[in-house]
């Protein structure tokens, strides 16, 4: 197992906005939370990186996440987050050097090997051009693309994606989530992503995990849990799901006008 957590509560504010979260997630397998607009789904990843305060056990690797300290932590897992922080000012090849800092030696002066690292991952996400540019100066979804590179090259066991493609066209969202899967497939990766659609949901993770006000609403095959009945239910519209050769397709149903 690579993530477990029991009975994990975040408060903010005067709210509860994670509700007694149980999860385990097996090594190499790719898990997708998805769910309505404010369910909780960015505060579950943070509190699974302890970024913000939370009550419940936490596991990873099979080791109690208090008890591994922040270095180590940055090398077992990473998070692109939803929303970053990006120094405009900064040149796109340093802002993916920043992902190899866990990895810096006692000089903390990056080798030969991290400039490899990094170029190899431009050239994976299709930023070789744009290296020497400012990040104020590139496209968002450039820039969203940039984030999970610098993810990338920290080279880590657990990846954390929270709504990774929002920013991205048709081609990209396709070119980097099947990056990540091949990254999977080759490391033994394990993902745990947050997804809008609901469609790319399905067709990237073995499981889904729908979270509504807090709480797992279901959780199981992108088959079980992309039902129309449960859809309905938690996104407050009507749904029909197809399959289309083996791919689960949702479609909202149009009000009657
Ligand atoms: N700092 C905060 N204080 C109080 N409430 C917050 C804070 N940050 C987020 N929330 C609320 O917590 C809920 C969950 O937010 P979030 O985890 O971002 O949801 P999601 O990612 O599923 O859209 C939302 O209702 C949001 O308004
Ligand atoms: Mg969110």
């Not at 906005?17 to 998805?34: F, H, K, N, P």
């Amino acid at each position: 197992m690579m993530l477990r957590c029991v009975d994990l509560r975040v408060r903010l504010g005067d709210r509860e906005v994670v509700r007694g979260v149980d999860l385990e997630v097996e090594a190499g397998s790719w898990v997708t939370i998805i769910g309505p607009n404010g369910a909780g789904k960015t505060t579950l990843l943070r509190a699974l990186l302890d970024l913000v305060g939370a009550s419940g056990h936490r596991e990873v690797a099979g080791r109690n996440l208090a008890e591994i300290d922040g270095r180590e932590r940055a090398r077992l897992m990473a998070l692109v987050p939803q929303i970053p922080e990006m120094p405009p000012a900064m040149r796109v090849t340093d802002y993916l050097l920043l992902g190899r800092t866990p990895h810096l030696g006692m000089l903390g002066v990056e080798s030969a090997e991290d400039l490899a690292i990094v170029g190899d991952v431009l050239a994976q996400l299709d930023l070789e051009q744009l290296a020497d540019r400012p990040l104020a100066q590139i496209s968002g979804g450039e820039r969203q693309r940039a984030v999970i590179g610098r993810a990338l090259v920290q080279q880590v066991q657990l990846l954390f994606l929270d709504e990774p493609t929002s920013a991205l066209d048709l081609g990209h969202q396709q070119d980097v989530l099947e990056l990540i899967e091949s990254l999977r497939h080759e490391h033994g990766l394990t993902i745990i992503s947050t997804m809008h659609d609901l469609n790319l949901a399905g067709d990237f993770a073995d499981r889904l995990v729908l979270l509504a006000d807090g709480r797992v609403e279901a959780t199981g095959s992108p088959e079980t849990v992309l039902d129309p009945a449960v859809l309905g239910a938690t996104f407050g519209t009507a749904v029909d799901v197809i399959e289309h050769e083996g791919r689960m397709v949702v479609l909202p149903r149009r009000s009657e006008r």
